[in-house]
T-cell receptor, first 114, second 114 residues
Framework: AQSVAQPEDQVNVAEGNPLTVKCTYS??????LFWYVQYPNRGLQFLLK??????LVKGSYGFEAEFNKSQTSFHLKKPSALVSDSALYFC????????????FGAGTRLAVHP | EAGVVQSPRYKIIEKKQPVAFWCNPI?????LYWYLQNLGQGPELLIR????????DSQLPKDRFSAERLKGVDSTLKIQPAELGDSAVYLC????????????FGEGSRLTVL
């Protein structure tokens, strides 16, 4: 079955420290992977995607993600966290059956402390 | 550029009552999605439109849910009759052809069924 998992409900990090939000996936064929962010009372916003090419992809707000085919992972990273990065982060994967048919993980809440 | 607009933002109804949600996608976006987001979970696709055609409605509970996208622009999602378990946030999103996985989400309509 095609799926995406975010093993951590919450990640806590101090401002200025690096952050990682984990995501693993299971799909048939080549994966198309995405990260979205949801701030309180706001809609989800696209951050970045991996389609093909370089395993390290860069996105909005200084975030990047590393695709690892052998570990079937697509972890979101940022070298130096900001308090304003505190939000809910969703990993998503495109599944067969539709051009833009995405399934989302359950989300990870990132809390950055001053 | 205006984003995806949804209304109402909040709706409280008694069970067995009908409810409707409206979505206006970003101008020029041919694909429109309705997602359901339960508390603590990621969005789940209900229905996807390519222009005015529903190309994926496999997850839409057709006994009580219906949707339409007349003229391939605005869309309405209806629930009749509503049940307690329908309490959730209903998200609308749109995307532009050729932009794989880059969905633009509205702020959502939060439904509470009493």
């Amino acid at each position: 079955a095609q799926s995406v998992a975010q093993p951590e409900d919450q990640v806590n990090v101090a401002e200025g420290n690096p952050l990682t939000v984990k995501c693993t996936y299971s799909v048939s064929g080549n994966p198309y992977l995405f990260w979205y962010v949801q701030y309180p009372n706001r809609g989800l916003q696209f951050l970045l995607k991996y389609i093909t090419g370089d395993n390290l992809v860069k996105g909005s707000y200084g975030f990047e993600a590393e695709f690892n085919k052998s570990q079937t992972s697509f972890h979101l990273k940022k070298p130096s966290a900001l308090v304003s990065d505190s939000a809910l982060y969703f990993c998503a994967v495109r599944v067969s059956g539709g051009y833009n048919k995405l399934i989302f993980g359950a989300g990870t809440r990132l809390a950055v402390h001053p | 550029e205006a984003g995806v607009v949804q209304s109402p933002r909040y709706k409280i109804i008694e069970k067995k009552q009908p409810v409707a949600f409206w979505c206006n996608p970003i101008s020029g976006h041919n694909t429109l999605y309705w997602y359901l987001q339960n508390l603590g979970q990621g969005p789940e696709l209900l229905i996807r439109y390519e222009n005015e055609e529903a190309v994926d409605d496999s997850q839409l509970p057709k006994d009580r849910f219906s949707a339409e996208r007349l003229k391939g622009v605005d869309s309405t999602l209806k629930i009749q009759p509503a049940e307690l378990g329908d309490s959730a946030v209903y998200l609308c999103a749109s995307s532009l052809e050729g932009h794989t996985g880059e969905l633009f989400f509205g702020e959502g309509s939060r439904l509470t069924v009493l």
